[in-house]
């Protein structure tokens, strides 16, 4: 007669491996606020900047850093609290200033309700941002993520100066600007004046307690219990980072249920970091011990 406990089945094991899939989600940058861990300070810092005139934000940090995350949980909050707002975010990538705005303008007739078309036929080279601008219902909220794609020195000199004539003719307008801390000093330096406009937000690593709030909070909503070493190793080696977070915490809990284990060990963590980017880890290690550095200066 069999005995004892027959184990998780075949299916109850797909379950758990859907469940951890949903759960850690190092793919795709985060949209809703309720998921968002740690930048309660930074999103208040943005809705400052949003709420003063005559102001534009760079929001800075390293690759993974949580930036297009924390972006799309600001524009969520804000198209919900403030439905007359127009928010439009747009990816650099590659793009020339005039490409850039022509997709932007589109887009924001489109949201309005009006014809996209309007500037298929506009001479891209005379493309005069500001008018135009000021031509649409506002308010506008733009963000422009992954600003470093805008290498070009002539593009950023155009945007710098786009920022100063949207403040001088007080066109209701923000722009927020999202890149690495690289693309935000080359930027400053496009136009003597807008460093007066642009107010930098740099996202930082996440503080300890929220990484292990973070990981222990997941882990036990997959059903995991965590050896206390292994939560410890985890927030060591994820370096505040909110990416490394998710790579080890996915990749630990898929490695214990491999396992048919409950229980997530420094094993699983150990070996769940050879899955996050080299690179990634690199930079981040420099950067945490940076901004330690900093913090006893
Ligand atoms: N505050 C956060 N809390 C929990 N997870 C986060 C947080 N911020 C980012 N993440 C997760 O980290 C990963 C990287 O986030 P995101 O894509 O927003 O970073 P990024 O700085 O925009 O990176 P890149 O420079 O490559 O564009 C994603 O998996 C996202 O789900
Ligand atoms: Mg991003």
């Known amino acids: 007669m069999p005995t004892g406990n027959p184990g998780p089945t075949p299916d109850d094991i797909r379950a758990r491996i859907h469940t951890v899939e949903k759960t850690f989600t190092p793919g795709r940058p985060i949209s809703s606020l309720a998921e968002l861990v740690g930048r309660e300070a930074s999103l208040r810092e943005l809705l400052r900047v949003v709420a003063s005139p005559g102001r534009h934000a760079f929001v800075v940090g390293g690759r993974g850093a949580g930036k297009t995350s924390m972006i799309s949980c600001f524009l969520d909050c804000a198209s919900r609290a403030a439905p007359q707002i127009t928010c439009v975010r747009m ?72 920022i100063k004539v949207i403040c001088d003719n007080a066109v209701d307008a923000k722009l927020i600007l999202v890149g690495s ?33 973070f990981l222990s909070d997941r882990w036990r909503q997959c059903g995991f219990e965590i050896m206390d070493d292994a939560l410890s190793l985890a927030m060591e080696l994820s370096c505040g980072l909110p990416y490394s977070c998710q790579v080890i915490g996915k990749h630990a809990a898929l490695l214990a249920l491999s396992h048919k284990r409950n229980v997530i060990t420094v094993e699983d963590v150990a070996a769940a970091t050879g899955q996050v980017d080299e690179h990634i880890l690199l930079m981040s290690a420099i950067n945490s011990k940076q901004a330690l550095n900093r913090r006893s200066d």
């Open 91 to 162: 990816n650099c990538e590659n793009s020339s200033f005039k490409a850039i705005w022509s997709k932007v303008l589109k887009r924001i007739l489109a949201l309005q309700g009006r014809a996209p078309t309007q500037f298929d036929n506009v001479d891209l080279s005379r493309l005069d941002v500001e008018f135009e601008l000021a031509c649409v219902k506002s308010p506008l909220l733009l963000v422009f993520d992954d600003f470093d794609e805008v290498s070009n020195l002539e593009d950023l000199a155009k945007f710098a100066n786009l």
């Open 181 to 213: 801390p690289g693309a935000a000093t080359l930027f400053k330096r496009a136009h003597i004046s807008v460093q007066r406009h642009l107010q930098i937000i740099p996202l930082d690593e996440l503080d300890p307690a929220n990484v292990q709030e």
